[in-house]
């Protein structure tokens, strides 16, 4: 590093993290000198994992990107190494290197950082649910449930699929953001309808078997009230189960699972997304909120240390949980430093963040849903499609970040959602 020039380092180095970096780099080219950390040196492609468990093929194989090359490519430098502390004060960054068991601890200075280490899954905080329950977060996760439904172990009995609570942080929550009972219920949508897909093509059933449970008073609420009455309607039409107000779940059993309101539904399979919650180190720092959650503005930047910003799921403001929002915020991150360093014009400073739901899901054979939604934050826009067209969609995004190394084109999101409103999906 030469010194003389701004150092960036961004932590996390998957969808909020290598889209961040590599958005940086294009704005401020070579006056910065950047740095990635993160304890893996691969992305694993989250949301098509259902996809791949439903097809039969192994995530681990199918959905790992390496990262290395394109930082090296842009002429970052990775450190492949967990983060253990922030010193927001003296502006460093502490880590262990994870290539080799029994490095010892460094630390690393910034002048500007980039928070984006997404957060836990809290699997460990259900009880019952490493021998009982199922999910599709993880290469080892989707494993599991893919084993269970073609080795022939899942003998067709009742499924439930749901959220446990997400307990996001109220500490200078904005007025304009509501507060979200499940941090992502995208992913509950489409397993559901895929499994029904995949029980009727088993010979095992329908949608008759498959319960949807929510802690909220109605699933996906942040995909606005029409977008869900119509989802709503079509599944009731076609015979699933569903079971608001869960408030929790208390406790997964190998017969069923029990939720904090008292209820309890039977059940062979339990599929649950979990609480999202912040790594414990970044709890009780002067940048984030009570749980953890990197506080910012619109612009992305804490207030109190203008030079740190938060991208994606650790951002207090990326509410639900979702990749896309994590997007929109990296170009601004981006567009922020690059002005402040003087590579880019006051002017070209661009739009302050402003959420919007985008989501694409698979449905089973071929077919898939788009959703694209702002009036939970208060907007107009209200669109749900379904097809072939959102499956195609949601196939080729993948394709493109691969191809791209996690920087689709800048023209890349906006066309697709102005092509997505406005066709007529077969
Ligand atoms: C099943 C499922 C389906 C989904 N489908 C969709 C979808 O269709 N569309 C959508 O927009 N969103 C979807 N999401 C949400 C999406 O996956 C997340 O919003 C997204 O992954 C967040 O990206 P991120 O980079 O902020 O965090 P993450 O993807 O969680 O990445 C965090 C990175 O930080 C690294 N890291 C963590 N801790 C440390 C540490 N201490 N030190 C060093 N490195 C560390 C990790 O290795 C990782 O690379 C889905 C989520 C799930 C679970």
Redesign the pocket.
């Known amino acids: 590093m030469s010194g003389a020039r701004p150092h960036v380092v961004v932590?996390?180095?998957?969808?909020?993290?290598?889209t961040t970096a590599r958005f940086i780099r294009a704005r401020c080219g070579d006056a910065v000198d950047l740095t990635v950390?993160?304890?893996?040196p691969y992305?694993i492609f989250?949301?098509n994992?259902?996809m791949e468990v439903f097809a039969d093929h192994d995530p681990l194989v199918s959905m790992h990107l390496d990262t290395v090359r394109f930082h090296d490519r842009d002429g970052n430098d990775f450190i492949n190494?967990?983060?253990?502390g922030i010193d927001p004060d003296a502006k460093r960054v502490a880590?262990t290197p994870?290539d080799r068991a029994g490095s010892a601890p460094e630390s690393i200075s910034y002048e500007y950082l980039v928070v984006?280490?997404?957060?836990q899954?809290a699997y460990d905080r259900i009880e019952g649910f490493g021998e009982f329950g199922d999910?599709?977060?993880s290469g080892y996760y989707g494993n599991k449930l893919r084993r269970k439904l073609f080795g022939g172990s899942y003998k067709g009995g009742p499924i439930a699929i749901g959220s446990a609570r997400f307990h996001q942080g109220l500490e200078h929550k904005p007025d304009w953001m509501p507060v979200a009972q499940a941090a992502?219920e995208?992913?509950p949508l489409?397993l559901a309808l895929s499994m029904a897909h995949w029980l009727g093509e088993h010979s095992m059933g329908d949608a008759h078997k498959i319960t949807l449970f929510t802690p909220g008073n109605t699933i996906a609420e942040d995909a606005g009230e029409e977008v869900v009455k119509e989802f709503l309607d079509l599944a009731k039409g076609m015979g699933f189960g569903y079971m608001p107000g869960i408030e929790d779940v208390s406790r997964l059993t190998a017969d069923g699972i029990e939720f904090a309101n008292g209820k309890s539904m039977e059940a062979e399979l339990k599929i649950v997304?979990p609480d999202w919650v912040p790594?414990p180190?970044l709890r009780d720092l002067p940048i984030t909120d009570e749980y953890g959650f990197v506080i910012t503005g619109t612009d992305m930047r804490n207030r109190d240390h203008p030079e740190v910003f938060a991208?994606?799921?650790?951002a207090a403001l990326?509410v639900p949980?979702?990749?896309?929002?994590?997007h929109q915020q990296a170009e601004i991150v981006a567009r922020q430093i690059a002005v402040d360093i003087g590579s880019l014009d006051q002017a070209d400073l661009g739009e302050p963040y402003r959420p919007e739901v985008?989501?694409?899901?698979e449905m089973g054979g071929h077919k898939g849903f788009y959703i694209h939604s702002d009036t939970w934050y208060g907007g107009e826009t209200s669109v749900l499609k379904m097809g072939y067209t959102p499956w195609a969609m949601?196939m080729a995004f993948k394709e493109m970040y691969f191809h791209t190394g996690g920087k689709p084109v800048s023209w890349g999101m906006p066309a697709t959602e102005f092509t997505m409103d406005r066709l007529h999906v077969p």
């Open positions: 932590l996390g180095s998957s969808f909020a993290g290598l950390i993160d304890r893996n992305l989250v949301p994992i259902p190494a967990a983060v253990t880590f994870t984006a280490l997404g957060n899954l999910t599709v977060s992502c995208g992913p489409e997304l790594h180190f991208v994606g799921d650790a990326t949980k979702l990749g896309s929002l994590g985008i989501c694409f899901g949601k």
